[in-house]
């Protein structure tokens, strides 16, 4: 199997009217389908941030049930021109940075929780190229 990409990731959420003030509100990802109390999803760049409800997705009928409990953990990727005005805009959001980190090719990533306590991450583009 020749993967492209990951086109999608899934994260799971109690509150969707927060979780669409943390998003889109705080973060400026466009909102692309919105299911009341069941999901909400994202633009991110070229993939999708699947938000879902968990106890409504345990019990599909037509898809096959899904749903996770704790804090899942993902990234988004920003040039590394974009880097630090994203850093500052977060923390001028009232977003609690956790940590910043830089790896060992230089580039800089920071990790913050959204309301559901999933850890968030934005590191500067090429991290993972070859």
Known sequence: MKICRIKETCIYVTDLDRTKAFYAGKLGLPVISVVPDRH???RAGESVLLCFIASKTEQEGELPPHGARGSIHFAF????EDYPAVLQNIKQAGITVLHE???KQTLRSFYFHDP?????EVLEEG???E
């Not at 990727?77 to 590394?80: C, D, I, L, N, Y």
């Not at 559901?116 to 968030?120: C, E, Y």
């Open 40 to 42: 909400i999803f994202f």
């Open 77 to 80: 990727e920003v040039s590394g």
């Open 101 to 103: 980190h830089t790896w």
């Open 116 to 120: 559901d306590g999933n850890l968030v």
């Open 127 to 129: 991290l993972w190229d």
